[in-house]
């Protein structure tokens, strides 16, 4: 049983349009990330949050801004994308700091297509 | 930096057939070891850990035992169903206290997609 929820779980999308994808978890954890995943490459870690603080950024396009506004939502606002975004996006969550519970639990992701 | 590297797929197995997907990895820490596993149109679901040399995950009948002296982390089960059918991604979780700000970001594999056919 998944304790982290996505919303939406399907998503068709123009290159113009502006939308989110949010993430929650009810786990208690304090680390929030997000993923892609594409067909035929490894998953791609995107951002990190901890405490609600971004402490990581892959070199990710300014065409994906997250926000984090409490250590349970997870936001990934999306605008003006491209074709190649088409992915599904991953949302996981963790507690960080303890010693063996490093463990990260994934939602079902959202299936992202920009046309 | 650290990586995983995983078999390459597809693998095809009959029902009942053993089963093993080999994982190697270079890490300069001291990494927590994973198997996920992904049925289709889900998300990633955590299968098995290890976290110290010679630890061995269980779940469901899978296994892997976290090997130092071979960097490896193979998953292993007895005797496969189609239910079993699904992609299979090894990752590690470095503990360094370098990487301590990142949540234990996860290194992940290719993934290896196996089929188990009746």
């Known amino acids: 049983e998944t304790g982290v929820t996505q919303t939406p779980r399907h998503l068709v999308m123009g290159m113009t349009n502006k939308k989110s994808l949010k993430c929650e978890q009810h786990?208690?954890?304090?680390?929030m990330y997000w993923y892609k995943q594409s067909a035929k490459k490894p998953l791609e870690l995107m951002f990190v949050?901890?405490?609600?603080?971004?402490?990581e950024n892959n070199s990710v396009p300014s065409r994906f801004s997250p926000e984090c506004p409490n250590s349970s939502h997870l936001f990934l606002h999306l605008h003006t994308l491209q074709p190649e975004d088409s992915a599904l996006y991953l949302c996981?969550?963790?507690?960080?700091?303890?010693?063996?519970?490093?463990?990260?639990?994934f939602g079902p992701g959202t299936r992202l297509t920009v046309l | 930096g650290d990586s995983v590297t995983q078999m390459e797929g597809p693998v095809t197995l009959s029902e009942e057939a053993f089963l093993t997907i080999n994982c190697t990895y270079t890490?300069?820490?001291?990494?927590?070891l994973f198997w996920y596993v992904q049925y289709p149109g889900e998300g990633l679901q955590l299968l098995l850990k290890?976290?110290?040399?010679?630890d061995k995950g269980s779940n469901k009948g899978f296994e892997a035992t976290y090997r130092k002296e071979t960097t490896s982390f193979h998953l292993e089960k007895g005797s496969v169903q189609v239910s079993d059918s699904a992609v299979y991604f090894c990752a590690l979780s470095d503990q360094s206290p370098s990487n301590s700000n990142s949540g234990y970001a996860l290194n992940f594999g290719k993934g290896t997609s196996l089929l188990v056919t009746p």
């Open positions: 786990l208690g954890h304090n680390a």
């Open positions: 890490a300069t820490g001291y990494p927590s």
């Open positions: 949050y901890n405490f609600k603080e971004q402490t």
């Open positions: 996981a969550s963790s507690r960080q700091g303890l010693a063996g519970t490093d463990t990260q639990y």
């Open positions: 290890a976290t110290k040399a010679d």
